[in-house]
């Protein structure tokens, strides 16, 4: 049953004063949903206990003018921590990049086309309060079309199946995570990374509330279907070694087969004087497994490229610039004082 999305309870309002929640938000030519974002989240913010909280919104490498909206934004709310990529390193690496620049002791991750809620924040700050270190959110009700629910579904059957890790179903990128497991995933060296499937992986409780999943605010989703794929190949790839296994579990029991046809071939001969005959069989049955074979060559390829990958050892980002204030913000501080800007390097590493 999906319950309302309820404003802070009476459970946060007496919750620790001096806890502060960081939300982390990537954006990709997200200029049309940017200030009803930004509005949403901080109102959302402004109603809990604790703080300062802090936004970070990390462009990665926007084409529209959703960088310059973030820089302006950030002069205004010494709260926002504005991060720009030097280019479009994708979905999960900007993902990465805001948890290298949160400082809260509780971090929430949301997509920036606001179908994730900024007003589900207090649900998932009630069941941190509650001792959970992860609290994700499961959606429900979703507004894309059959055959790409369709796919969802069959992706998250898949890497439940294959995965060595449980993953929950249905369960996205929106979450709410202690400091302790947001250290514990900005410690992974990981180059293709997937997140959902790391959050699983570092363990502690865990806990899933279903959030029915809001209708895209505007614009058009970054999410192609290539990427959609890659997305479900870093998943699977990442956490199951079982598509290796399973070639060799094929080639055991081809072999099993072979020795059944061989066995049966040379009785017939020997018994019954008789040649088993199968131009057609044999045919097919050659096409079949070479095909096989390039599959699973494929596969083999799938492994060997990620390696290849992680072992160049390059950042799994590269930051352009960030803007923050570098007066720490009080409810008493409306307006920051000092705006500090600064071109930094490879994997949020600063230079200045």
């Known amino acids: 049953m999906v319950g309302p999305i309820r404003g802070p309870s009476s459970r946060l309002r007496g919750a620790d004063p001096q806890m502060r929640i960081s939300v982390a938000v990537p954006l990709y030519n997200e200029s049309s949903v940017l200030p009803e974002l930004l509005a949403r ?17 990390v462009d990665d490498g926007s ?34 990049a805001a948890l290298d620049y949160v400082s809260g002791d509780a971090v929430v991750l ?3 086309d606001l179908q994730d809620p900024p007003e589900a924040i207090p649900q998932l700050l009630e069941k941190f309060q509650e001792g959970y270190d992860v609290v994700y959110v499961v959606r429900v009700k979703r507004k894309e079309g059959i055959v790409l629910r369709s796919c969802y579904y069959l992706f998250y059957a898949l890497i439940r199946l294959l995965a060595d890790v449980r993953l929950p179903r249905g369960a996205g990128d929106f979450s709410l995570m202690s400091r302790r497991v947001v250290d514990e995933l900005t410690r992974t060296q990981e180059r293709l990374r997937y997140l959902r499937g790391l959050r699983t992986w570092v363990g502690f409780r865990q806990v899933g509330i279903p959030i029915e999943r809001a209708p895209r605010h505007s614009g058009v989703s970054k999410y192609s279907p290539r990427r959609l794929l890659k997305l479900a190949f870093d998943g699977i790839f990442a956490f199951s070694i079982v598509p290796i296994r399973a070639a060799t579990l094929l080639g055991g029991l081809t072999i099993f087969f072979s020795i059944l046809v061989a066995s049966y071939s040379i009785a017939a001969k020997l018994f019954f004087n008789h040649s088993p005959q199968g131009f057609t069989a044999l045919i097919v049955s050659m096409a079949f497994f ?9 596969v083999i390829g799938e492994y060997i490229g990620r390696i290849y990958e992680e072992v160049k050892a390059r950042p799994t980002y590269i ?11 009080t409810q008493s ?14 994997g949020g590493l600063e230079n200045a």
């Open 41 to 57: 989240i901080g109102r959302v913010l402004d109603s809990l206990p604790g703080g300062p909280h802090e936004i970070v919104c």
């Open 63 to 96: 084409r529209d003018a959703t960088w310059d909206m973030l820089k302006d934004a950030a002069r205004r709310d010494p709260r926002l921590v504005a991060v720009s990529l030097s280019r479009n390193f994708g979905h999960q690496a900007a993902f990465s």
């Open 110 to 112: 949301m997509d920036g």
């Open 290 to 298: 070479a095909g096989t074979q390039l599959v699973f060559l494929g």
């Open 319 to 329: 930051v352009q610039e960030t803007i923050r204030s570098r007066r720490p913000w």
């Open 333 to 346: 501080t409306p307006e920051p004082t000092e705006i500090y800007i600064a071109a930094t390097g490879g």
